[in-house]
């Protein structure tokens, strides 16, 4: 823990002027981006009695070990700034708004040749006409299927469309009138777009003008005596009814305005959102986050508004923002964003008649969903706090563990060992910050000699990034007996084939930039799944390296123990502690990861094949060679010459496909086992990529497994 006064600046240094400012921590990490309209004043209010600081702000400034700023020329300027160092720093201590991109929206791919109409979650698309956010997928869905009657837009995914048109013949909602069908060419591509904008327009809020085509076309049909076709009409105006009732209106005026509503206490604020288009209710959102500093109504506001149109322009800002406080001062942001619309935007708070009724419902739903929020124990900022304080006492540590990192090994019967890391930060996961790794000292079955080469990898890594930033002067040669592979690890963003994998942001290694990086950072508590043994090979690891400042526990899974290897005896948490469900929570996710891991790599050992072997062939090439022989089983019986004949492929690159495809096994034939016949397969099993580097960083998001017989 850090005296501020050891990193405060000199009087004088710190100029009087708006600028943006960072807190790192003694790894260079940025944990607080903040703006100020003067550098001086903001900054001083941190360096004063610790005793008269909000809990998390003195935690924050003792967290801290240097901190530095940027000055820029207007308040603007400091906004948009602050903007962009919170998504790319990420900064720990700054408020952060969960379920962000999380709200299902209705889309239409206008930049398509032929519009799709569907769900879709995550950053928004260029050419893409967006509506919503709604509150569940199934609204969505319920609104589409009553309005495809009238505007029957295409909603099926490109495989199906593709299909369809290769066989000519349309899904089922094409037979029952609820798309055009344009993938047999029932329509052409522009009357195709026109049912798109038309269904744009509609779901805009420019409704009068469809329901008085329709009923003015019901009527001419009535007087034609064309009744089927005027009872079907009726049904669609029926329909276009029903999916208006859904946004009913609530603002006379057709008035596009977003109302902001916070309910707060000490510790933390939620945050409702009502997106008011035309009059009509057409989506809402909602965020919780902790109060990680000392922040005022008017903050959270300003906070929300840079969350919400932080990544908008256009339209998609609208004219109006009713909030139930301004931020201080308020000129700065109404100026960023009626630069991000390009037109004047109004922020204020609504004073009186319809606006201010429609943001007291948005006020009574921020509080329901601050109490709901509170009910939920994993959440709860004052629960976390007391599960890492009472882990601190059960284990006797000097302080509560912040960093916790926990190790699992996972196999079947001794094939495809792997290992995985998760880490939880003031008790909330730290997804990016996964690992994953690949047993490879020796093979077999060895779950103790498997933590003891994972731990060692792992904080070989950490001495390497601490000497590389200069942290590590001791002089210890940390990299003399690190493999290649392990000292170099693959390229972030890739899995184990060295392909683009999961949604890992490139990370450099530069001293002052305060972007994560890549095992750099230590626990306070290592947890291994597992008991004394497991313990004792993770210690074992750690002292041979050197580390002496980590603690490290096991949890047995037979009566959720916890073991410390220099006690005979576990130590046993009551049932009802918070410490116990929070290492439970940690140890079930590790779990979760590696056996996640290991049946994709069993699986994708499966999917092996005879091509895999070859020294030098991609993917792209392997996949040539498949199309022109058919098989496998007939590559093999081709001469070097015929192989020379597909594109790609020269001659010694021939003589070696043909010396792998002799030296490997054919496959066992297949056996009908209800005739005993021996049957001809002409489709051997497609290549398969392979296996690469040993530990990769992933974007953890798998869905949760339940355990099988893997370890």
């Given at each position: ?134 509150g569940h997928a199934w609204a969505i869905r319920d609104t589409v299927d009553l309005l495809l009657r009238v505007f029957p837009v295409r909603t099926c995914s490109a495989g199906v469309f593709k299909n369809a048109a290769r066989t000519g013949r349309p899904c089922l ?289 950490y001495l390497v990034e601490k000497e590389k930033t200069g942290e590590w002067t001791d002089g210890a040669d940390t990299s003399a007996e690190a493999p290649s592979s392990v000292a170099a690890g693959p390229e972030p963003g890739t899995d184990a084939d060295g392909t ?51 603690a490290v526990c096991g949890l047995a899974k037979r009566l959720e123990e916890v073991w410390l290897l220099d006690d005979d005896d576990p130590v046993v948490l009551p049932r009802s502690s918070e410490g116990l469900y929070l290492l439970q929570r940690v140890r079930d ?123």
């Amino acid at each position: 823990m850090a005296d501020p006064s050891s990193y405060r600046p000199k009087p004088g240094q710190i100029p009087d002027t708006p600028g943006v400012y960072k807190f790192r921590d003694e790894h260079r990490r940025v944990i607080y981006v903040g703006k100020a309209k003067s550098l001086r004043q903001r900054l001083a209010s941190y360096f004063q009695d610790l005793a008269n600081l909000h809990p998390r702000t003195r935690t924050m400034v003792t967290t801290a070990a240097s901190v530095e700023w940027t000055v820029v020329s207007t308040e603007v300027e400091a906004l948009q700034l602050e903007y962009s160092w919170i998504k790319e720093y990420d900064p720990r201590f700054n408020v952060k708004y969960r379920d962000d991109k999380s709200y299902p929206y209705l889309a239409v791919t206008m930049n398509e040749e032929f519009p799709r109409v569907q769900v879709m979650r995550g950053h928004k698309k260029k050419g893409v006409r967006y509506f919503g956010p709604y509150g569940h997928a199934w609204a969505i869905r319920d609104t589409v299927d009553l309005l495809l009657r009238v505007f029957p837009v295409r909603t099926c995914s490109a495989g199906v469309f593709k299909n369809a048109a290769r066989t000519g013949r349309p899904c089922l909602l094409g037979y029952i009138g609820k798309c055009s069908a344009p993938c047999v060419g029932r329509v052409s591509p522009e009357e195709h777009r026109e049912l798109a904008e038309e269904f744009c327009d509609f779901m805009a809020g420019r409704t009068g003008t469809y329901i008085r085509r329709q009923e003015q076309q019901m009527a001419e049909a009535a007087e034609e005596m064309e009744y089927e076709r005027a009872a079907r009409l009726r049904d669609d105006i029926d329909a276009l009814k029903k999916a208006m009732e859904k946004s009913a209106v609530v603002l006379a005026d057709a008035t596009d305005a977003d109302l902001i509503a916070v309910a707060e206490d000490e510790l933390e604020a939620a945050v409702q959102i009502f997106h008011v288009r035309g009059g009509r209710v057409r989506g809402q959102r909602g965020w919780v986050t902790d109060k990680v500093e000392a922040v005022t109504t008017g903050d959270l506001v300003e906070h929300a508004t840079q969350q919400l149109y932080g990544e908008e322009t256009g339209d998609s800002v609208p004219k109006e923002v009713l909030v139930p406080a301004l931020p201080d001062p308020v000129e700065p942001v109404q100026e960023w964003l009626t630069a991000r619309r390009g037109s004047n935007v109004s922020l204020r708070i609504p004073q009186r008649g319809d606006k201010k009724a429609l943001m007291e419902t948005v006020q009574r739903n921020a509080l329901q969903a601050l109490a709901l929020h509170k009910t939920k124990r994993a959440s709860d900022l004052t629960t976390r706090s007391r599960a890492l304080e009472e882990i601190a006492e059960a284990l006797d540590l000097d302080s509560a563990p912040l960093r916790i990192e926990c190790y699992d090994i996972s196999h079947l019967q001794g094939d495809d060992v792997v290992a995985s890391m998760v880490v939880f930060e003031d008790g909330l996961q730290r997804k990016s910050e996964y690992r994953r790794f690949q047993i490879k000292g020796f093979a077999g079955q060895d779950d103790v000699r498997s933590m003891h080469e994972v731990i060692t990898r792992r904080f070989r890594r950490y001495l390497v990034e601490k000497e590389k930033t200069g942290e590590w002067t001791d002089g210890a040669d940390t990299s003399a007996e690190a493999p290649s592979s392990v000292a170099a690890g693959p390229e972030p963003g890739t899995d184990a084939d060295g392909t683009p994998g999961g949604e890992v942001p490139e990370i450099t290694f530069t001293e002052d930039d305060g972007r994560p990086k890549r095992f750099a950072y230590p626990p306070q508590l290592v947890v291994v799944d597992g008991g004394r043994p497991q313990v004792a090979a993770a210690k074992r690891a750690l002292d041979e390296l050197g580390i002496d400042d980590i603690a490290v526990c096991g949890l047995a899974k037979r009566l959720e123990e916890v073991w410390l290897l220099d006690d005979d005896d576990p130590v046993v948490l009551p049932r009802s502690s918070e410490g116990l469900y929070l290492l439970q929570r940690v140890r079930d996710e590790a779990h979760r990861f590696a056996i996640t891991y290991q049946r994709a790599k069993r699986a994708k050992r499966f999917r092996s094949g005879p091509l895999d072997d070859v020294p030098g062939l991609g993917e792209s090439r392997k996949q040539a060679l498949i199309k022109h022989f058919g098989s496998v089983k007939k590559l093999r019986s081709a001469t070097i010459d015929q192989i020379c004949e597909v594109p790609g492929i020269g001659r010694k690159t021939a003589e070696t496909i043909a010396v792998a495809l002799a030296q490997a096994a054919p496959a066992a034939p297949a056996v009908n086992t209800a005739t005993g016949e021996i049957m001809e397969d002409d489709d051997d099993a497609a290549p398969a990529t392979t296996a690469g580097p040993v530990e990769e960083p992933v974007t953890a998001g798998a869905s949760d497994e339940r355990r099988g017989q893997e370890t």
